[in-house]
């Protein structure tokens, strides 16, 4: 019996997705309303287990702390595609649906994800089409993309419980990408004015620092003299940075932001234990960590001019984010079939950050933005205003590149693999990182 033309899996699996169209963006919104911070995320991870449980999908849960890793079988194993759902939050207190307790809030549309992710791996089983095709899809609902809660992640880290603060960064670390060819995910946000999306480009990478001024306490009022006043270098340290600003080059898109997550004790003694966490971003590592170094000195000498002392804590951060053209032409393609090609740009380089970049060092990982929402991400304004395109268009267009890349013997999942050129295998990623700070 001849194969089913890929355009009529296609259509199937776009169906069988839309039947289920009301459950997925109720899903999407239930998360949007419990939202967890990284490493952290319990309750949507069994939103995600429950509904892996009730498909009958073979899953592993508690994957880097709280990862869930579900497996949608094929007719064959010629390629193995995997489709990301990242399950944290970031800190936005004035957000609609921020947590009241922990601050945490879905304004960066990671909960449009999770509810993408399954859509796609349900949409392939429902319709049968996975019968048809010759691989494997493996949904992976990956924690911690957001890059926050230095210190508390450190702590995880020093008990062992995790090696990098970032989940995808963990999920290379333990090897559940090892036998992987493919990554996809979709990220939601508010495209430019006359598009609903973008495909393709490339992003910052950074490394993270945690600084702790360390100075002696006084009497404020009474004795100040007596103090070594680590607010005060912490802010020179600061000024420091900024003075710099204007000698980072525009090619290399460097961005520091640092911010003080301690600054004393009481205010009538002299802050003696003063805490900063701040990124250095760019669009190459060694963009990156020259400027590191610059921020180093200028950290150092605010802690010189006051007689305090300064203990720097260099952190693994994001490799920069590669794209792979043929992925992406394909994902554009399908996107196109849905929303109309005029509706999609092309994406340039941002200087946000995501650890979907470390993936791109490994394999070809697809990472586009889709539309649905309104307002700046990581912010109180930011709001899903267009269900059907936040949750329940990206989940066609995955569906349908998996089929592409699938079908006739997983041929185009293999040959893109295939041209690919890696930049680091698990193990030399590794090495890399540790070259850089240190393993453990």
Do not use: K, W, Y
């Given at each position: 019996m001849p194969a089913e033309p890929r355009s009529h899996l296609k259509a199937r699996v776009v169906q069988a997705i839309e039947a289920r169209r009301d459950q997925r963006i109720q899903l999407g919104e239930t998360i949007l309303r419990q939202p967890e911070l990284g490493y952290k995320?319990?309750?949507?991870?069994?939103?995600?287990?429950?509904?892996?449980?009730?498909?009958?999908?073979?899953?592993?849960?508690?994957?880097?702390?709280?990862?869930?890793?579900?497996?949608?079988?094929?007719?064959?194993?010629?390629?193995?595609?995997?489709?990301?759902?990242?399950?944290?939050?970031?800190?936005?207190?004035?957000?609609?649906?921020?947590?009241?307790?922990?601050?945490?809030?879905?304004?960066?549309?990671?909960?449009?994800?999770?509810a993408t992710m399954l859509g796609t791996g349900l949409g392939l089983l429902d319709s049968g089409v996975m019968a048809e095709l010759d691989g494997e899809v493996v949904l992976m609902a990956v924690p911690a993309e957001e890059y926050v809660e230095i210190e508390y992640r450190q702590k995880l880290r020093d008990e062992g419980k995790i090696r990098f603060l970032g989940g995808k960064q963990e999920f290379i670390a333990r090897g559940e990408f090892e036998h992987i060819d493919l990554a996809m995910m979709v990220?939601?946000?508010?495209?430019?004015?006359g598009r609903d999306a973008t495909v393709g480009g490339t992003s910052n990478g950074f490394i993270g620092k945690f600084i702790r001024y360390v100075g002696r306490e006084a009497h404020a009022g009474g004795a100040p003299h007596r103090g070594v006043n680590a607010l005060n270098a912490a802010m020179l340290g600061m000024m420091g940075i900024h003075t710099q600003r204007e000698t980072f080059r525009d090619d290399d898109h460097i961005r520091v932001h640092p911010i003080i997550t301690r600054g004393g004790d009481l205010v009538n003694i002299v802050p003696a234990d003063v805490r900063m966490e701040t990124y250095v971003r760019g669009k190459t590592m060694e963009a990156i960590l020259e400027a590191g170094s610059r921020v180093n000195r200028a950290l150092q000498a605010g802690a010189m001019a006051i007689g305090a002392e300064c203990r720097i804590t260099e952190i693994p951060g994001y490799l920069p984010r590669m794209s792979p053209e043929r992925l992406?032409?394909?994902?554009?393609?399908?996107?196109?079939?849905?929303?109309?090609?005029?509706?999609?740009?092309?994406d340039r380089h941002g200087t946000g950050s995501t650890d979907m970049g470390?993936?791109?060092?490994?394999?070809?990982?697809?990472?586009?933005?889709?539309?649905?929402?309104?307002g700046a991400a990581h912010s109180e304004t930011f709001r899903i205003v267009d269900p059907d395109l936040a949750y329940v268009v990206p989940a066609k267009a995955m569906a349908m590149t998996v089929?592409?890349?699938l079908a006739d013997g997983a041929a185009l999942a293999k040959e893109i693999a295939q041209e690919y050129s890696p930049k680091y295998t698990r193990e030399s990623y590794l090495t890399m990182w540790d070259s850089l700070f240190g393993g453990r």
């Open positions: 995320e319990v309750r949507t991870a069994d939103i995600v287990a429950q509904a892996m449980t009730e498909a009958g999908i073979p899953h592993r849960t508690g994957v880097a702390v709280t990862g869930v890793v579900g497996t949608v079988p094929g007719r064959a194993t010629a390629a193995r595609v995997a489709v990301l759902g990242e399950l944290d939050a970031v800190v936005c207190p004035g957000h609609p649906h921020a947590d009241p307790a922990t601050g945490a809030a879905h304004a960066c549309g990671h909960n449009c994800q999770i990220h939601t946000g508010a495209p430019e004015a992406a032409d394909l994902f554009r393609a399908n996107l196109g079939e849905l929303i109309g090609p005029g509706r999609i740009g092309e470390d993936v791109s060092h490994l394999m070809p990982a697809l990472h586009p933005m889709i539309g649905g929402a309104e089929v592409d890349l």
